[in-house]
C-alpha cells in the first residue's frame, strides 16, 4: 500500500519570507499523481498545486512551487513570500491509477508570522 | 469550478440514535464520491468509495453495517451514521470525482461536524 509522510507537524514563517513543507511517498507504481492540498481554519480542502509523476518539470502556481525528486520519492512544497492567509493544515496526498484513491500525509500546520 | 455540498454542517444527536448526510455536487455529474472521517488536529482517512447504482467499497476497519452509504443518482451520495455513540464523533468529509485528462479530479465538500452525546 502506498504510505505518505509529512515529517514536519508544524512551520512557523514570517510574512513575506518562504516556508518549504516536506513529503515522502512510498509507491511502486510508475504512474501516479501528487498534490498539496490547503486546509484553512473552515475545513474546506483546497488544491493548491499538482505533479504528474511522468513530468519532470516542477509544478508552479503563483507563490507556490514544488521540488519533485522522483527517484527519491520526495515532493515538497515551498511558499514564497508568505502571507497570513497561507496559514493552514498542508496536507500532501497521493494519487495513484491502480488505487484510485487519494491517500493523505499527515499534514503541516503553517503558522505566519506578521 | 466544481462545487460540492454537504449537508447538514453541524448535527448534534443522542447515542444511538442514526444521522444521515448528504453531500451533492451541484454542477456536474460524478461518477464517484467518497467519504472520509477527519479526528481534530489529525490527517483524512478515507472511508469508502461510493459508484453510483452499485454498492460501497469500504476500507479495512470500516463498519459497513455502521456506515451506511448509498449513491442513488449521479449527484448525490448519502451516509448514514447509524445507532451512533459518542466515538463516532467527528468532522466528516465528502468529495466528487469529475473525469478530467487521464485522473480524476476530486472536489470536496465543506465538511460536516458530527457530535454524539
Known amino acids: 500500500a502506498q504510505t505518505v509522510t509529512q515529517s514536519q507537524p508544524e512551520m512557523s514563517v514570517q510574512e513575506a519570507e518562504t516556508v518549504t513543507l516536506s513529503c515522502t511517498y512510498d509507491?511502486?507504481?510508475?504512474?501516479?499523481?501528487l498534490f498539496w492540498y490547503k486546509q484553512p481554519p473552515s475545513r474546506q480542502m483546497i488544491l493548491v498545486i499538482r505533479q504528474e509523476a511522468y513530468k519532470q518539470q516542477n509544478a508552479t502556481e503563483n507563490r507556490f512551487s514544488v521540488n519533485f525528486q522522483k527517484a527519491a520519492k520526495s515532493f515538497s512544497l515551498k511558499i514564497s513570500d508568505s502571507q497570513l492567509g497561507d496559514a493552514a493544515m498542508y496536507f500532501c496526498?497521493?494519487?495513484?491509477?491502480?488505487?484510485?484513491?487519494?491517500?493523505f500525509g499527515g499534514g503541516t500546520r503553517v503558522l505566519v508570522k506578521p | 469550478g466544481a462545487v460540492v455540498s454537504q449537508h447538514p454542517s453541524w448535527v448534534i444527536c443522542k447515542s444511538g440514535t442514526s444521522v444521515k448526510i448528504e453531500c451533492r455536487s451541484l454542477d456536474f455529474q460524478a461518477t464517484t464520491m467518497f467519504w472520509y472521517r477527519q479526528f481534530p488536529k489529525q490527517s483524512l482517512m478515507l472511508m469508502a468509495t461510493?459508484?453510483?447504482?452499485?454498492?460501497?467499497?469500504?476500507e479495512q476497519g470500516v463498519e459497513k453495517d455502521k456506515f451506511l452509504i448509498n449513491h442513488a443518482s449521479l449527484t448525490l451520495s448519502t451516509l448514514t451514521v447509524t445507532s451512533a455513540h459518542p466515538e463516532d464523533s467527528s468532522f466528516y468529509i465528502c468529495?466528487?470525482?469529475?473525469?478530467?485528462?487521464?485522473?480524476?479530479?476530486?472536489?470536496f465538500g465543506p465538511g460536516t461536524r458530527l457530535t454524539v452525546l
Open positions: 509507491t511502486s507504481e510508475s504512474d501516479y499523481y
Open positions: 468529495s466528487a470525482t469529475l473525469p478530467t485528462f487521464s485522473y480524476n479530479e476530486q472536489f
Open positions: 496526498a497521493y494519487f495513484g491509477a491502480a488505487g484510485n484513491k487519494l491517500t
Open positions: 461510493s459508484n453510483e447504482g452499485s454498492k460501497a467499497t469500504y
